[in-house]
């Protein structure tokens, strides 16, 4: 069992960065694939980024690749999402999550869910 709080979220402006951060708990956390995803409204939910346990391999969504870096520090319990070149089209609700599947994009292969933490871009 996991358990996933996030935070850092806010309104930043176009071009501006955010570091979300995801505090875990559970005595298995760096053995899971921890990712993070985003919903905006009307929209559904969608992959973002994606790091295995042992924090040596990254996966990305080509939307944020170049701007986004994922990275975990298992000492803390904490997964980060650094988030840079902010656009308007990044404005949506990020959720951090667990799967024990390798690297996954997929919603399905991850089975526990922060609550998630509000991302507002203006432009």
């Known amino acids: 069992q996991v358990q996933l709080v996030e935070s850092g979220g806010g309104l930043v402006q176009a071009g501006g960065s955010l570091r979300l951060s995801c505090a875990a708990s559970?005595?298995?956390?760096?053995?899971?694939?921890m990712g993070w995803f985003r919903q905006a409204p009307g929209k559904e939910r969608e992959f973002v980024a994606a790091?295995?346990?042992?924090?040596?391999?990254?996966y990305y969504a080509d939307s944020v690749k170049c701007r986004f870096t994922i990275s975990r520090d298992n000492a803390q319990n904490t997964v980060y999402l650094q988030m840079n070149s902010l656009k308007p089209e990044d404005t949506a609700v990020y959720y951090c999550?667990?799967?024990?599947?390798?690297?996954?994009?997929?919603?399905?292969?991850?089975?526990?869910w922060g609550q998630g933490t509000q991302v507002t871009v203006s432009s």
């Open positions: 559970g005595r298995t956390y760096s053995s899971y694939t």
């Open positions: 999550s667990a799967s024990s599947k390798y690297l996954s994009g997929r919603t399905d292969d991850y089975h526990y």
């Open positions: 790091v295995r346990g042992n924090g040596g391999n990254t």
